[in-house]
Structure formats: C-alpha cells, structure tokens
C-alpha cells in the first residue's frame, strides 16, 4: 500500500494531514481512556470524601476485582452475550439475508432490506423500547405464548440477544453482501458446471473467498457489540437477578449507581481489554489468511 | 432558530480544526450588570408532571426576578430519574464553573454532598427564619451532617396501606377495614383471591426495576415496624444482613407470593411499578396497596395523572399496620427532596434570600401538593388548603409523618438496597424461594459488594 | 487489501470455463429454487418487522400502554410531540449529528488520504489501535470528559456534537483508508502532472471516487450522534438544547408514562434516519454496503 513515488520518503504532508485526527483522538479519546485506566487504581468516588480528593490505591481495585463474584458472572455474561448474538446470531443472520438477498425477486429484496437496514439505523433507545413492549407482558411475542406470558423477564438473556441481534444484523448484512458481490461469478458458475450442488458451492467456494469479510465483520460486530449499553440498560437494566448483567451494564451501575467511580471506570477498563485481545486476534487471523492465499 | 443555523454552518465549515467550534460557540453571557443565581431541580421526576415543574419554577423566578429586578434566577432543569439527578448533580458540583448556587436533591443523598465538600452550611440562616423551628427533629436530622445543617426539607413522602372499598365489598370483606398486623393483611388478600379472580389482592413492589423506590415503599416501611427495625447498625458500624425483622419482611413477601397474592412480575419488575398503582386502583384492578402517599394528589382534578373524582368513596387509606400490632402501630419509612446551597456560591446571602422566599406558606403547599409531598412545616400540614387538595389522603400522611423512619445515609446504604432488591424480586419470581435463600441473596450480595467484615446478624 | 489476493487467485483458475456455463438448468427445479428463496427471505422480513408493530399501533392509540393491541384511532400523540420543546430537541439532535459528522468526515478523509498514500511510520500498528478504539464503551470516559469539558466551559451541544465525532472517529477512519486503498494511483498521477496540490488532489480526484465508502463513513457517525444517550445527558447542561433521546428517557421516567406519546415520539425520532436510508441508498448503493472498505 505504500508504493508510488510520493510514499518513498516520510512526509511533512502526511502529518499535516494526520494532525486533526491525531489531536481530536488524544484529547478526546485515547486521553480519556488512559485516565480512565488511572481512575480504575484509585478511590474516586462520584460523592463523599474521596470525591473530590482521590487517591491511588495500589492494587485495592483488582484485589476486589478478582474476589467480586458478580464480576465473574458478569464476565461470563458478557461472553455468552457476545458470542450468541454477535457471533452466532449476528454474522448467521446476516448472512442468510445477505444470500437471500442476492437471488431474490426485486421488490422483496427492496421490502426486506430498507426494514432490516431499519432497524440496524435506529436509534439505540427506541430498539430498545421497541423491544420491550414486543417481549413484555401483552407484547407482540407474549401473544404467541398466551397473552400473559413474560417472556422478557423469563428469558432475559435470549430476549436482549435476539433484539441485539435484530438491532445488528442489518450492519452485517450490507457488509457481507459487499463481500458477496465481489465473489466473480466465473467462479460459482465453474464450480456448478462440475455438478456441485448450491450449497456446496456456497460452502466450499464462496465462505472460502469471502472469509475474510466474514472475519472483520465477526469482529466489528462483536466490537459494537461490547460497547453496548443502551439495549439492555433500557430493557432490563440489568435483571431480572443480575441475568443480564453484562460489563458495561455492571461498570455503569457500580460507578454511577453505587457512585464507586474507581471500580467503576476498572470494569470499563476489562472491557477495553478484551476488545484489544479481539482485534489483536483479528489481526493474527486475517495475517494468516493473507499467508494462506498467498 | 435561525441564529442558531448559521452558527451551524459556521461550525460545519471550521470542523477542520475542530477543537475550536465549541469553545467560539459558547452560552451567551447573561446581561453583566444582572446577579446570576442558577437552580438546578429535576425536570420530571419530582413534581407530579412536567407542566406543575413549570409551574413552580417558572413562579419562583418570576416572582423573585419582581421582587429583586437586579436578579437573574436561572433555571437549570435535569432531566432523567433518580439516578441521573444524582448523577447529574454530582458531576455538576465537580467544578465551581457548573455548581448551581441553589440545587434540589433527594434527602438520603444530602450525607454524601456535604461529606464531598460541595454544601454551604445553613445553621446561621436558618436560626433567623421562623419556619425552621417548626420543622419535626427527624426531618430537621436529614439535613445535619458532623453537627452542622446543609439542607432544608421541602417535603416528604411516606407510606400508607390503600384498599379498595369497592372490591371489599364485592368479596364480602368489613369496611372500613382496621388491619392491626400483617397477618390481618395476608388474611384480606386471601379472601379477594379466592373471591374476585383478576384482582391482584396485594400489591407490594419487588425487583430490582424501580431501584430503591421498591426498598423504601416495601422493605424498609415493613421493616420499621419490625421486631428488629435496624438497617445499619450505629454502634458496630455495620450491615445488617439477617435478624428476625429482616425474616419478618421477607417471610411476608414469601407468603403473598408463593400463595399467588401478588402482582404480575411484568408489573412488579417495570421502571413504571413506583407509579403503575395509580392507574391501576382507580380501574378496580388492586385491592391492597402498599403505596405512597403521592398516589392521592395524583387522582386530584389540577394533577390529573388520571382524574379520578370517586377516589375519596372507592380508595381508603390506613396506617401500615407492624408486624404484631403493637401501638401506635403505624410503619412507615420517610424520604423526600431538599434545598441546598452551594458552598461555592458567589452570593450566599441572596441565595438563602430565594431560598427562603420558596420556603414560603404559598410556595411551599403548592409543591406539596403538585408534587405529592407532606409539607415539612408543622403548621402548613394543618392547613385546609393542603388537607382538602388530596382528601383523605393528604390528612393521614401528615399522621404517619412523624413515626417515619429515615434510611441510613451512608452511600453504602444503596448497596444494601440492591442486595434486598435482588431478595424481593427472586422471591416474587419464584415462588418457591424460601426465607433463609432470601436472606442469603441480601447477605451475599452485601458481602461480596463490601465486605464480610462490615456484615452482622442480629439475632 | 488482503481480500483481492484471496479473490484473484480462484478467479484466475476458474478463468479457462467461464462464459461456458450451458442453458439447461430445468426450469422447474428453479422455480422452486426462487420460490425456497423468497419464502425465506419473506419470513425473515416478517421477523424483523414483527416488533416494530407496537410503535405503529401505540402511536395512534388512545389508551396506547407496552401491550400489542388494535388503537381506537387518535393523532393526539402526534400533536403532543410535534410541539415547542419536542420540536426543539429534534433540531438539537440534528445539529449535534451534524457537527459530528462533519467532524468525523473531514477529520477521517484527511487522515484516511495520508495513511493510504504517504508514508507514515508505523501505519499499520495505528490502523490496528484505531480499530480496537471502536469497541471502547463511552460510559467509562464520560467522567474525564465532562471534568475537561466543565473546566473549558465546554457544556454544550456544538462539543458534545465534537465529543460524539471522535468516538466515530475510528471507524470512519478506517472505512474511509480502505475505501482510498481501492482508489487507481493513476488517476492522482495525471493531476499531480499539472501541479494540483495535495489538498486539490483529495478533494478533485480521490473523494469524488472514494465517495461510497465516505458516505458510509457519513451515516455511520450521523446515525452514532443521532442515538446518542449518555454523552448528551452528561454533557449538555442548557435545557434549551436538550435532544431528542433525553425527551423520550423523560417520557419514561415520568410518573405518568406516556406510551402513546414515547411511540409517537420514537416514530418521528426514528423518521430521519429512515429517511436518510432512502435517500442515500439508491444514489450511493455501494457506499452503503461498505463498498471496498471492509476487504480487512
């Protein structure tokens, strides 16, 4: 990506460039969070004494933090959250509309894409609404089960991923469906001339090419996916009994409810974490693909 | 609005260098020669509607700005519920560029704003007025931090026992009905289940959906009429997590809901539970309510969440009977919202000035009774006008008042809040959670929160 | 950039029997084929439009409350949310969308061009922490934030529409680097041939062909800033510019919920963005479906 002549020497342009973005992503960014990361080893609290006149505490925080059993079931949360509806539910989903898409009749295609592309585009807080009147009692969901039934607060946890789901999978299908354009047709039409059925085709020739999408798009799903606050902190708050209680949902009550903004902003911290050791993974994945094509 | 479309596309066009668009684009600064003392006060959570905090706000600073035509009240309304007026208010606090002179906050987090260093304290002021002596020691006490008094109460809300009379009737129950201990309570929501099927018989809040609210109105009322009322200990500085009266409560809460008595969890377990009894009683849909007092004021004609005119002939109140009826045999916790002032305030001496004008007869009933509070003020609660704007129901609050109970003030206390939370909702949920798992979900979640050391067992 | 090698490479094996493919698939079979296709693609469509029934119902219900029910007809709700304050929260919102996207657009084209063309030492290391920055929850620095914004008298909507650019910032970066990846060099040799500057380069020859993945770049921040919940709540301190996702946490914190109101306010929160879809989707289908940008 670097060749051409105007790459061969380090540039004063391209820092010109570079300063906007570099400046607005330090102060407002990366400075915070490097703060954020301070905040966590100290006793900053949002009122009381140490509101104003925190101190570093040393390792108080990550003692608590390895001893809170409600971190590690909130931790475990977190995994099932993300892996069901960003993984699984999101990129297969996205995936089934992004093929259906392509070979379906024109009008159908246009009907189904603006509502699922819709509901991705919504704002957070009316998905989340919108989700909860569809799984509370008398809801839309509830009617299919017996007008009285509570689906929401009998499966919390399958609840908020289905409307995760629902809320993402429009983000996933536009991107697969690039991939999936770029797919030459030569290709597919080679492999069914040697009598593959579709779905062979599909699995063995088309994933193939397309893995690599697949892998970014796993990976940015699970990445908004991580970071989100307002779906469930709307529908469930976190409950029924903590169900629901993922980590961003967990840091939000402890610093802003409990007001202990130092455990708090460490909590948020484990999030940041494992979202670095996902794009630190995505990286090792998409290098050894690049090796393997190659 | 137009102004505002060119400052946009001013805005649009330097977003380049964009670290400068906010800082060319600030407030206009308010006339110089005009002394600024801002507000700050919830926008929909404490008063009964958005349109009665108009109301109210919008008439203190007009009337003041009449009277003080050199002064500018500046209005800061927050948005959100409980947690984000906290939230808000803290945050605001946090640099004396932002801190409101004058700021309404919630009674129980009154502790932990002076404890910050953020409150002026009030005690020389306040021996001059007259109203302050009249105030009853306990609500006076929620003000006080190490000796010194920070906050003035501007109205409480406290609990009562709402029954219908209509359906009592109906299912062959006495009225008027004088429950004298909880097992009189349990024994009424029997017969209503067994006679009027698709009443809730009892309903009494659970879960973790409408925060503390749920605790205040349900376990700590029950609490305070307890054998063993203590939440935190005073003299072991510590929690509280099992005692006969914690067994008491949830022994209750596992009666009404393992015998079907309670409400849906739908209900229960909803950010709208505190309020949903409001609609709810007028629609012959409850027949015992562990509720609030706001719930009168709310069916009255100027309020009209809905209005409700039979209220008075169909929604009889009484006391929250204790546990075994020992007199006076009222239970009942108290919490309600008060004004404070910042200790970085430029002009402390007007705002006790504004503050004092809205501690007032007028101004005072008004947000009584458009907020649903029992005025502080001993005299202003014998008032005809505060007692005929919610009849009964205004008159019986201010009976109950003084037996209120106040919760702990430590920040901590919503720790423990969250622990009996998590309690009630899983013994609403499951019917078939016992009272010693209900104890271990409160002992659990405030040992592993705090720590095992800052826990006892009262016995 | 890795996808095109990973794409050639079958495509170049395959290339001998391409245009070879013979007429004789029975028709039949492919009917039932499109049939299977379309029935599922019907049923997903169903699924997903399932849950927005209540907004509609609610809406324009009288007695409008969570459960799913046939309205008895009102526009009351509309009226009540298209007046004063709602109204002003709506034009908030959009202004705060605005300044973000601009924001981030601009911020990220120019980045985006520098890191895609020049030479920037350890590109790659900064294209790799630009990504993971996407996944950082705004909850735990939105109280370093409000402190440095409180200290600059910085409360207000025009910042927090700068705070709300930045948190998109990553992500437009990134789609927009990649988008330019796929932009031929040849095109900016010519100019550079007749002297044009760097910044005429950008604006004349690369944006207009990078454009779908900047229109991506575009919506996304636009639809980030316009849902936006807790940094306007924190950050914004003047009532008159409060927008409109606090207008509807208001509705619920109520002590009366307002249903019909909250769906009626939902809808018409939701209509620019549905609106936005339409207008951008036809002109710039590409761009939308991520163009090149999400090759990895």
């Given at each position: 990506?670097?060749?051409?002549?105007?790459?061969?020497?380090?540039?004063?342009?391209?820092?010109?460039?570079?300063?906007?973005?570099?400046?607005?992503?330090?102060?407002?960014?990366?400075?915070?969070?490097?703060?954020?990361?301070?905040?966590?080893?100290?006793?900053?609290?949002?009122?009381?004494?140490?509101?104003?006149?925190?101190?570093?505490?040393?390792?108080?925080?990550?003692?608590?933090?390895?001893?809170?059993?409600?971190?590690?079931?909130?931790?475990?949360?977190?995994?099932?959250?993300?892996?069901?509806?960003?993984?699984?539910?999101?990129?297969?989903?996205?995936?089934?509309?992004?093929?259906?898409?392509?070979?379906?009749?024109?009008?159908?295609?246009?009907?189904?894409?603006?509502?699922?592309?819709?509901?991705?585009?919504?704002?957070?807080?009316?998905?989340?609404?919108?989700?909860?009147?569809?799984?509370?009692?008398?809801?839309?969901?509830?009617?299919?089960?017996?007008?009285?039934?509570?689906?929401?607060?009998?499966?919390?946890?399958?609840?908020?991923?289905?409307?995760?789901?629902?809320?993402?999978?429009?983000?996933?299908?536009?991107?697969?469906?690039?991939?999936?354009?770029?797919?030459?047709?030569?290709?597919?039409?080679?492999?069914?001339?040697?009598?593959?059925?579709?779905?062979?085709?599909?699995?063995?020739?088309?994933?193939?090419?397309?893995?690599?999408?697949?892998?970014?798009?796993?990976?940015?799903?699970?990445?908004?996916?991580?970071?989100?606050?307002?779906?469930?902190?709307?529908?469930?708050?976190?409950?029924?009994?903590?169900?629901?209680?993922?980590?961003?949902?967990?840091?939000?009550?402890?610093?802003?409810?409990?007001?202990?903004?130092?455990?708090?902003?460490?909590?948020?911290?484990?999030?940041?974490?494992?979202?670095?050791?996902?794009?630190?993974?995505?990286?090792?994945?998409?290098?050894?693909?690049?090796?393997?094509?190659? | 609005?137009?102004?505002?479309?060119?400052?946009?596309?001013?805005?649009?066009?330097?977003?380049?260098?964009?670290?400068?668009?906010?800082?060319?684009?600030?407030?206009?600064?308010?006339?110089?020669?005009?002394?600024?003392?801002?507000?700050?006060?919830?926008?929909?959570?404490?008063?009964?509607?958005?349109?009665?905090?108009?109301?109210?706000?919008?008439?203190?600073?007009?009337?003041?700005?009449?009277?003080?035509?050199?002064?500018?009240?500046?209005?800061?309304?927050?948005?959100?519920?409980?947690?984000?007026?906290?939230?808000?208010?803290?945050?605001?606090?946090?640099?004396?560029?932002?801190?409101?002179?004058?700021?309404?906050?919630?009674?129980?987090?009154?502790?932990?704003?002076?404890?910050?260093?953020?409150?002026?304290?009030?005690?020389?002021?306040?021996?001059?007025?007259?109203?302050?002596?009249?105030?009853?020691?306990?609500?006076?006490?929620?003000?006080?931090?190490?000796?010194?008094?920070?906050?003035?109460?501007?109205?409480?809300?406290?609990?009562?026992?709402?029954?219908?009379?209509?359906?009592?009737?109906?299912?062959?129950?006495?009225?008027?009905?004088?429950?004298?201990?909880?097992?009189?309570?349990?024994?009424?929501?029997?017969?209503?289940?067994?006679?009027?099927?698709?009443?809730?018989?009892?309903?009494?809040?659970?879960?973790?959906?409408?925060?503390?609210?749920?605790?205040?109105?349900?376990?700590?009322?029950?609490?305070?009429?307890?054998?063993?009322?203590?939440?935190?200990?005073?003299?072991?500085?510590?929690?509280?997590?099992?005692?006969?009266?914690?067994?008491?409560?949830?022994?209750?809460?596992?009666?009404?809901?393992?015998?079907?008595?309670?409400?849906?969890?739908?209900?229960?377990?909803?950010?709208?539970?505190?309020?949903?009894?409001?609609?709810?009683?007028?629609?012959?849909?409850?027949?015992?309510?562990?509720?609030?007092?706001?719930?009168?004021?709310?069916?009255?004609?100027?309020?009209?969440?809905?209005?409700?005119?039979?209220?008075?002939?169909?929604?009889?109140?009484?006391?929250?009977?204790?546990?075994?009826?020992?007199?006076?045999?009222?239970?009942?916790?108290?919490?309600?919202?008060?004004?404070?002032?910042?200790?970085?305030?430029?002009?402390?001496?007007?705002?006790?000035?504004?503050?004092?004008?809205?501690?007032?007869?007028?101004?005072?009933?008004?947000?009584?009774?458009?907020?649903?509070f029992v005025p502080a003020d001993t005299d202003y609660v014998k008032d005809p006008s505060f007692i005929n704007f919610a009849a009964p129901y205004n008159?019986?609050?201010?009976?109950?008042?003084?037996?209120?109970?106040?919760?702990?003030?430590?920040?901590?206390?919503?720790?423990?809040?969250?622990?009996?939370?998590?309690?009630?909702?899983?013994?609403?949920?499951?019917?078939?959670?016992?009272?010693?798992?209900?104890?271990?979900?409160?002992?659990?979640?405030?040992?592993?929160?705090?720590?095992?050391?800052?826990t006892e067992v009262l016995k | 950039m890795t996808q095109s090698i990973a794409v050639r490479s079958p495509a170049t094996a395959a290339q001998p029997l391409?245009?070879?493919?013979?007429?004789?698939?029975?028709?039949?079979?492919?009917?039932?084929?499109?049939?299977?296709?379309?029935?599922?693609?019907?049923?997903?469509?169903?699924?997903?439009?399932?849950?927005?029934?209540?907004?509609?119902?609610?809406?324009?219900?009288?007695?409008?409350?969570?459960?799913?029910?046939?309205?008895?007809?009102?526009?009351?709700?509309?009226?009540?949310?298209?007046?004063?304050?709602f109204l002003v929260s709506l034009v908030n919102t959009l202004l705060l969308s605005l300044v973000a996207s601009a924001v981030s657009t601009i911020a990220?084209?120019?980045?985006?061009?520098?890191?895609?063309?020049?030479?920037?030492?350890?590109?790659?290391?900064?294209?790799?922490?630009?990504?993971?920055?996407?996944?950082?929850?705004?909850?735990?620095?939105?109280?370093?934030?409000?402190?440095?914004?409180?200290?600059?008298?910085?409360?207000?909507?025009?910042?927090?529409?700068?705070?709300?650019?930045?948190?998109?910032?990553?992500?437009?970066?990134?789609?927009?680097?990649?988008?330019?990846?796929?932009?031929?060099?040849?095109?900016?040799?010519?100019?550079?041939?007749?002297?044009?500057?760097?910044?005429?380069?950008?604006?004349?020859?690369?944006?207009?062909?990078?454009?779908?993945?900047?229109?991506?770049?575009?919506?996304?921040?636009?639809?980030?800033?316009?849902?936006?919940?807790?940094?306007?709540?924190?950050?914004?301190?003047?009532?008159?510019?409060?927008?409109?996702?606090?207008?509807?946490?208001?509705?619920?914190?109520?002590?009366?919920?307002?249903?019909?109101?909250?769906?009626?306010?939902?809808?018409?929160?939701?209509?620019?963005?549905?609106?936005?879809?339409?207008?951008?989707?036809?002109?710039?289908?590409?761009?939308?479906?991520?163009?090149?940008?999400?090759?990895?």
């Amino acid at each position: 990506m670097m060749e051409g002549d105007a790459a061969e020497k380090p540039d004063g342009v391209a820092f010109l460039l570079l300063l906007p973005t570099v400046i607005l992503l330090l102060a407002l960014f990366v400075g915070p969070v490097l703060y954020a990361f301070y905040l966590g080893l100290t006793n900053i609290a949002l009122m009381g004494p140490t509101a104003r006149h925190f101190h570093f505490t040393g390792m108080s925080n990550l003692h608590r933090l390895v001893h809170d059993s409600l971190f590690w079931k909130s931790l475990k949360l977190t995994a099932i959250f993300v892996a069901a509806s960003a993984i699984v539910g999101v990129t297969v989903v996205g995936m089934a509309l992004a093929v259906l898409i392509q070979h379906a009749v024109a009008w159908l295609r246009a009907a189904v894409g603006a509502i699922v592309v819709v509901a991705w585009m919504l704002p957070p807080l009316t998905a989340a609404l919108i989700w909860y009147a569809f799984s509370t009692t008398g809801g839309t969901l509830s009617l299919l089960g017996g007008s009285q039934a509570d689906v929401l607060n009998t499966f919390p946890m399958f609840v908020v991923c289905l409307a995760n789901i629902w809320a993402t999978a429009g983000f996933s299908m536009l991107v697969l469906s690039a991939g999936l354009r770029s797919v030459p047709t030569e290709v597919l039409e080679a492999g069914r001339m040697e009598g593959a059925s579709r779905w062979r085709v599909f699995w063995s020739l088309t994933i193939p090419i397309i893995q690599p999408t697949i892998v970014t798009n796993i990976l940015l799903v699970t990445l908004l996916s991580l970071a989100n606050f307002s779906l469930i902190y709307i529908m469930t708050g976190g409950g029924p009994g903590n169900a629901t209680n993922i980590l961003p949902i967990y840091s939000y009550q402890q610093a802003l409810v409990f007001g202990k903004l130092g455990y708090g902003a460490l909590l948020g911290d484990v999030v940041v974490i494992i979202a670095t050791i996902f794009a630190y993974l995505y990286v090792r994945v998409s290098r050894a693909t690049r090796v393997a094509a190659a | 609005m137009l102004e505002h479309r060119r400052r946009l596309l001013c805005a649009a066009a330097l977003a380049a260098a964009a670290m400068t668009v906010a800082g060319g684009t600030s407030r206009p600064a308010q006339a110089a020669d005009k002394t600024v003392i801002s507000c700050a006060y919830s926008e929909t959570y404490v008063f009964d509607n958005e349109d009665l905090t108009k109301k109210w706000w919008g008439g203190i600073k007009a009337d003041f700005e009449k009277m003080h035509p050199d002064v500018t009240v500046q209005l800061v309304p927050i948005q959100g519920g409980y947690d984000d007026i906290v939230n808000k208010l803290s945050l605001l606090y946090r640099s004396p560029a932002t801190a409101p002179d004058i700021a309404q906050m919630a009674t129980p987090t009154v502790d932990r704003f002076a404890s910050s260093g953020y409150l002026l304290p009030l005690d020389k002021y306040l021996a001059k007025t007259d109203w302050w002596k009249k105030f009853p020691p306990v609500i006076q006490g929620e003000g006080a931090w190490q000796g010194k008094t920070y906050s003035v109460n501007t109205g409480e809300n406290d609990s009562m026992l709402y029954y219908n009379v209509d359906l009592f009737k109906k299912a062959g129950l006495p009225v008027p009905w004088k429950p004298t201990s909880w097992n009189d309570i349990l024994a009424a929501g029997r017969v209503i289940k067994a006679k009027l099927p698709g009443v809730v018989p009892i309903w009494i809040l659970a879960g973790t959906g409408s925060g503390d609210n749920t605790v205040l109105m349900g376990v700590d009322t029950m609490l305070a009429g307890s054998s063993t009322p203590t939440i935190f200990d005073e003299k072991t500085q510590k929690w509280v997590v099992d005692s006969p009266g914690l067994r008491e409560v949830f022994g209750f809460y596992h009666s009404v809901f393992s015998e079907g008595l309670g409400a849906k969890i739908s209900d229960l377990f909803s950010t709208s539970g505190v309020t949903a009894p409001v609609f709810m009683i007028p629609k012959n849909q409850i027949a015992i309510t562990f509720g609030s007092n706001f719930y009168g004021g709310n069916w009255s004609k100027l309020v009209s969440t809905p209005y409700w005119p039979q209220a008075a002939q169909v929604a009889a109140v009484v006391p929250v009977p204790t546990v075994n009826g020992k007199a006076p045999n009222i239970s009942t916790t108290i919490g309600g919202w008060d004004l404070a002032i910042s200790a970085t305030t430029k002009h402390p001496d007007l705002a006790f000035e504004l503050l004092d004008f809205m501690m007032n007869k007028e101004n005072q009933i008004n947000a009584a009774n458009w907020a649903g509070f029992v005025p502080a003020d001993t005299d202003y609660v014998k008032d005809p006008s505060f007692i005929n704007f919610a009849a009964p129901y205004n008159e019986l609050s201010a009976v109950v008042l003084p037996y209120g109970v106040i919760e702990p003030p430590s920040g901590d206390y919503l720790v423990w809040s969250r622990g009996a939370q998590e309690a009630t909702g899983a013994l609403a949920q499951h019917p078939n959670t016992t009272v010693d798992q209900a104890i271990g979900i409160l002992s659990d979640y405030v040992k592993n929160q705090l720590d095992p050391s800052q826990t006892e067992v009262l016995k | 950039m890795t996808q095109s090698i990973a794409v050639r490479s079958p495509a170049t094996a395959a290339q001998p029997l391409a245009g070879a493919v013979p007429e004789e698939t029975s028709s039949a079979a492919e009917r039932r084929e499109s049939l299977i296709v379309n029935g599922l693609l019907a049923v997903l469509g169903i699924m997903f439009l399932a849950p927005l029934l209540w907004i509609f119902f609610a809406s324009v219900d009288v007695n409008a409350s969570w459960a799913l029910s046939w309205p008895h007809f009102t526009l009351a709700h509309f009226r009540e949310v298209t007046r004063g304050d709602f109204l002003v929260s709506l034009v908030n919102t959009l202004l705060l969308s605005l300044v973000a996207s601009a924001v981030s657009t601009i911020a990220a084209i120019l980045g985006g061009y520098a890191l895609s063309r020049r030479r920037v030492p350890l590109a790659d290391g900064l294209m790799v922490t630009i990504l993971f920055l996407t996944g950082i929850p705004l909850a735990i620095m939105i109280v370093p934030v409000f402190q440095v914004y409180a200290q600059f008298n910085l409360l207000n909507l025009w910042a927090t529409g700068v705070f709300l650019g930045v948190c998109s910032l990553p992500f437009a970066l990134w789609l927009i680097k990649t988008g330019m990846d796929a932009v031929p060099k040849e095109l900016e040799e010519a100019a550079r041939m007749e002297q044009a500057s760097v910044l005429q380069i950008i604006l004349y020859v690369t944006v207009p062909v990078a454009l779908p993945s900047i229109f991506a770049a575009l919506i996304y921040s636009f639809i980030n800033a316009w849902g936006a919940f807790l940094p306007p709540l924190v950050l914004i301190s003047d009532q008159s510019q409060i927008t409109g996702p606090i207008k509807i946490y208001g509705l619920i914190g109520n002590s009366d919920v307002r249903y019909g109101d909250i769906a009626a306010f939902s809808l018409i929160y939701s209509l620019p963005v549905v609106i936005l879809y339409i207008l951008m989707s036809r002109p710039f289908s590409g761009g939308f479906s991520m163009g090149g940008a999400v090759k990895g």
